[in-house]
């Protein structure tokens, strides 16, 4: 049987220090909490309503797959801004990825979105990596 590890983030109560990554620990109730944090991967869809280049009103709908990075950076990240806000990440996920797509699909003509998808999607996902790798993801 494999167990499977969860990592927790712990926080000293009213301390400005940075999370703490740790596999198990005794945390003390009163000055210390422990925040789990998920790695795996979500799903997070997308339907945004853009203006291309050429002034149609496209309305696009897609699916993005995130998670946290597995390097110890990324996850000190994800955990900085999400420690105790775990409902939120999607939410945040969703509208940093539909501003990617909104700015890619402003600089496109409608006949390019729709005849070059693969250079479409290319271009969204390096507008949106930097953004996401910055929050851990």
């Known amino acids: 049987m494999t167990e ?31 925040y789990p944090l998920s ?5 997070v869809s997308l339907t945004i309503e853009g203006i291309s280049q050429n002034g149609i009103k496209p309305h696009l709908t897609g699916v993005a797959q995130v998670k946290v990075g597995g390097d110890a950076d990324s996850v000190r ?3 900085q801004r999400f420690m105790n806000q775990q409902d939120a990440s999607d939410h945040y ?7 990617s797509l909104r700015s890619i699909v402003g600089t496109l003509t409608a006949e390019s979105i729709i005849k070059d998808r693969a250079s479409f999607a290319t271009s969204v996902k390096e ?3 930097h953004s996401m790798h910055n929050q851990g993801w």
């Open 77 to 79: 990240r994800a955990a």
């Open 39 to 43: 790695l795996a991967s979500r799903q």
């Open 4 to 34: 499977t590890l969860i990592p927790l983030f712990i926080a000293l109560a009213g301390s400005e220090q940075p999370a703490r990554r740790v596999w198990r620990i005794f945390i003390n109730p009163f000055t210390q909490r422990a």
């Open 93 to 99: 996920t969703q509208e940093t990825l539909s501003g």
């Open 127 to 129: 507008e949106a990596e």
